[in-house]
Nanobody, 125 residues
């Protein structure tokens, strides 16, 4: 059973930064892709960023492009989401996700099988 354990959520002021970590119970490079999603109460879970291990390709949603770089530490089986220039709009629960093989759409939550517990990020104004 694959486990994704997240850390790094919390409270930050607008303009500040946070880094989320996602540690996998198995070697992260054995996954085809790992991603980050976020979800606000009553809303759909939406794509933030993803990292495809083959080729080291990164993908970003428009909201996070340039602000939320995704990175990895292969030796630690960990994927990070560095969140910069945060605004109250970024207040959400953030989820790490992983998938072993391509299902076609890196931005679609249904294409990921494994999920973290979702730490909450709160940005105060």
């Amino acid at each position: 059973q694959v486990q994704l354990v997240e850390s790094g959520g919390g409270l930050v002021q607008a303009g500040g930064s946070l880094r989320l970590s996602c540690a996998a119970s198995r070697r992260t490079f054995s996954f085809y892709i790992m991603g980050w999603f976020r979800q606000a109460p009553g809303k759909e879970r939406e794509f933030v960023a993803a990292f495809k291990w083959r080729g080291g390709i990164t993908y970003y949603a428009e909201a996070g492009k340039g602000r939320f770089p995704i990175s990895t530490a292969k030796a630690k089986n960990t994927v990070y989401l560095q969140m910069n220039s945060l605004t109250p709009v970024d207040t959400d629960v953030y989820y790490c996700a992983a998938q072993y093989y391509s299902r076609g759409n890196y931005y679609y939550k249904g294409d990921y099988t494994y999920w973290g517990q979702g730490p909450r990020v709160t940005v105060s104004s």
